[in-house]
């Protein structure tokens, strides 16, 4: 494993390019990238590397966002079979048609989806942003909100909104047990529950503290006295255990049968990650008429969150 770390690193520094992980990528993958963080901060660094490269280690659709946002740089995926079941429960052209249904209203979608239905799109949010962008419409905003129902519903409850939902979910949010997490907190009373919003209702319910993988990291960097049961992607545990060595972070456990770890994102194993590097393949294609179209949701995203601060 030391050699293929070795290997990676002097591919990447002959080549100029760049390794950007997600925190739902197996641990050895975030120790070996330049850059590990959320969905809005993949993109954010995206937009303004020097690179000539960028290896997106995380799903499809960040290496689409990374491509539209940079045509003229390669973008490299380790696994191309590495998708989201949250970007599959929204077709493009089945949401081309409930828009279209639905006329007069702004349309912000998840970054969690494809390009083509960014390019349906007025404006893409990320679990980091989501609330902040939907507030910066006045409230009389008639709002699409795809695809994610679970996050959809939370904007609405937090900001008193209607926005009218698609109705796609994450296969791995959706199985968290609330059972199994009120069972962990009478076993650890003082400890607080973390949850993303992709969680149901019922999850989020439970919750002392809600946000992106990038939030729930920063709260529990800033409150490391705490115990914490972590309802999200098992990933985020690496970077937390991390940056807080004396805390303990417990994760929230799935139902009966059913994993806390996203298959997608593990598909991404350091052999490929080097093999991609040394082979600049597979590489991620976004048809330029679609991305001419996706691009600019992805800049009113970013703008939008220069000026939040976000
Ligand atoms: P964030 O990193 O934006 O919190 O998103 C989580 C996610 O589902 C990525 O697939
Ligand atoms: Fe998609 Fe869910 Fe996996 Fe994130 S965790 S990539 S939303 S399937």
Redesign the pocket.
Known sequence: MENLVEAIKQLKKEKNALIMG???QRSEIQDVADYVG???ALAQQAAKTEADIIVMCG?HFMGETAKVLCPEKKVLVPDMQAG?S?ADSCPADAFEQFINEHPGHTVLSY??TTAAVKALTDVVV???NARQIVESFPREEKIIFGPDRNLGSYINAVTGRNMLLWNGA?HVHEQFSVEKIMELKRQYPDALVLA?P?CPQAVLAQADVVG???ALLKYAIAHSENTYIVATEAGILHEMRKRCPQTTFIPAPPAAGTCNECNYMRLNTLEKLYQCLRDESPEITVDPAIAAKAVKPIHRMLEISARLGL
């Open positions: 997600h925190y739902y959320d969905s809005l799903v989201c949250l970054v969690n990320t679990s980091s994450c993303h992709e992106s993988t990038a």
